[in-house]
Nanobody, 121 residues
Framework: QVQLVESGGGLVQPGGSLRLSCAAS????????MGWYRQAPGKTRELVATISSGGSTNYADSVKGRFTISRDNAKNTVYLQMNSLKPEDTAVYYC???????????????WGQGTQVTVSL
């Protein structure tokens, strides 16, 4: 079994900050790219940021300069530091990991359960 457990969501005022964490655990051999996606009510899930195993990053234009993705490979954990939050950042945030398991062949994609981020006065 493999699990992705997220934490760090919550309610914050516009201009505030939050830090999301997502830890992968279980029968993991190696973790490739990890990332964060979000889904607002009535909208499709969209990419927020991704990071490769080597640390290369990619961001949605809407969060560039405000969000920072990072990872700790020793802990199979990915982080999303969110600054200067706006009401339009309100969504459920999901982490994603592409990884190889010790008991299966190939690279598989896993998702966290989602964590709510609400930006409001």
């Amino acid at each position: 079994q493999v699990q992705l457990v997220e934490s760090g969501g919550g309610l914050v005022q516009p201009g505030g900050s939050l830090r999301l964490s997502c830890a992968a655990s279980g029968s993991i051999f190696s973790v490739n790219a990890m990332g964060w996606y979000r889904q607002a009510p009535g909208k499709t899930r969209e990419l927020v940021a991704t990071i490769s195993s080597g640390g290369s990053t990619n961001y949605a234009d809407s969060v560039k300069g405000r969000f920072t993705i990072s990872r700790d490979n020793a802990k199979n954990t990915v982080y999303l530091q969110m600054n200067s939050l706006k009401p339009e950042d309100t969504a459920v945030y999901y982490c994603n990991a592409n990884l190889r398991r010790t008991d299966r062949v190939g690279v598989l994609a896993y998702w966290g359960q989602g964590t709510q981020v609400t930006v409001s006065l």
